[in-house]
């Protein structure tokens, strides 16, 4: 009986003890930044309207506006163009949308990389 109650007392200190360590730790106060606005149409990336066609001379149609997560997401992604505008973009990370969304992030890359250099301004 009193190697019952010995197991007992040792088996409550134990418990007793993973709660005070429980209680001990840290907590995570992690919160997830805040999604940045998408830029209004006429400003910024969305300064520019693009249209896109398959093959020469079906329909035009335009590309949406582009947003902040799709340009950083596009930024880590390497992959070929389907031609289908509608297909999902499966790829590490995940890209936020669908290959119309793909385009237009990586146009707006290309556009944010290239610069004339206006003439007699280096002089």
Request: net charge negative; glycine share 4%.
């Amino acid at each position: 009986v009193e190697e019952e109650e010995v197991e007992e007392k040792v088996q409550e200190e134990e418990e007793e003890e993973e709660k005070s360590e429980e209680e001990d730790l840290p907590k995570a106060d992690y919160k997830p930044p805040p999604k940045i606005p998408r830029e209004e149409n006429g400003t910024g990336c969305n300064k520019k309207t693009y249209f896109v066609c398959n093959e020469p001379g079906t329909e035009w149609k335009k590309l949406p506006p582009v947003e902040p997560a799709e340009i950083v997401c596009a930024r880590q992604i390497k992959k070929f163009f389907t031609g289908d505008l509608n297909a999902p973009v499966i790829s590490y990370p995940p890209f936020p949308g669908l290959e119309i969304n793909y385009l237009r992030a990586q146009i707006a890359r290309i556009s944010a990389g290239t610069h004339i250099k206006p003439y007699d301004y280096y002089k």
